[in-house]
């Protein structure tokens, strides 16, 4: 399975042996806005999932800290989220993650389309305890590269997510909450006519309390043409 490594403020670090992956989907804070989502997407041919929020099960080996994605076509994207990871003792962290999607498989199912990208988590971590009283004030950013052009494609703050406490209530009914559990919130809207299909992804955590920030970022790389 996947061993992550994420250091902290106070330059301490945790190792995270990876023993499973939960996407949430449709995880937005007003279902309202969620169910004209669901709408818009059934117009596109994405199927509609049975519940929201749904949370889909995702091989644990996808969880990567990695600054290359290998894509299969050229309709693949990521989706800038915050990823929630239990630690040894049940410490809970906070991360940057995008989940790396699928989108023409994402019409045949969900939760297929999330197994066929990793899901790219950054190399630092907050406590949750240490942000977790203004979570709503942190900030969620992604930027998409174009032949090195950079566009911002996602931008908003984490009170448009269900909370890292709501998840780890689901977790905790679930007897899920285990050490090695990854957890990914689900995204924020993208901004209309930026390009999804690019060549790079960056996301950007923020803390505009403390000013810090976690950051990840990939290319994308096109897989060889195959054989047969």
Known sequence: MAVLTFEL????TREVDVVQVLNAGYAGRSQDDVA???AELAELGVPGPSVTPALY???PYLAQQTGRVAAQHGRTSGEAEWAL???DGGELLLTA???HTDRDLEVHGVAWSKNAGPD????RAWRLADVESRIDEL???AWVSHGGTETRIQHGTCAELLTPAYW???LRERGELVPGTVLISGTIPMAHGVDQFADGWRVRLGDPVTGDTIELAYDVRPMPEPIG
């Open 85 to 87: 990871v239990v630690a």
């Open 9 to 12: 403020p106070d330059g301490s």
């Open 57 to 59: 099960p995702v091989s």
């Open 139 to 141: 900030t969620l950013s």
């Open 36 to 38: 004209a989502h669901v």
């Open 120 to 123: 790219v988590l950054a190399r």
């Open 168 to 170: 780890v209530e689901v």
């Open 97 to 99: 993650a995008c989940d």
